[in-house]
């Protein structure tokens, strides 16, 4: 089992910048990726960003792409989202994700989330 716990989070305006942090225990070593999605009031949970440990790479949603930076270690203790000029269409519940593989059989784990919002 693998537990997830985010820290970050609260009000900001249009333009602002917050960092989002998830920790990481348990498990850990079975972990392949680490991420994060978020949620908006009314719509589903989708991704905003991916990162593989063991070789650095990222994904990002193209509404995203520019201006968060999904960053973390081979420890894979921690993942962190760094959001800047935020608008109002990313207000919603942060949530962070990871996926590994546990004996055959692949697994997801998510943590509670966070809540974000932005004001116009």
């Known amino acids: 089992q693998v537990q997830l716990v985010e820290s970050g989070g609260g009000l900001v305006q249009a333009g602002g910048s917050l960092g989002l942090s998830c920790a990481a225990s348990g498990a850990i070593w079975t972990l392949g990726a680490l991420g994060w999605y978020r949620q908006a009031p009314g719509k589903q949970r989708e991704l905003v960003a991916t990162l593989v440990p063991s070789t650095g790479e990222t994904d990002y949603a193209d509404s995203v792409r520019g201006r968060f930076v999904i960053s973390g270690d081979n420890t894979k203790k921690a993942v962190h989202l760094q959001m800047n000029d935020l608008e109002p269409e990313d207000t919603g519940v942060y949530y962070c994700?990871?996926?590994?593989?546990?004996?055959?059989?692949?697994?997801?784990?998510w943590g509670e989330g966070t809540q974000v919002t932005v004001s116009s």
């Open positions: 994700h990871a996926e590994g593989v546990v004996g055959l059989y692949g697994a997801e784990y």
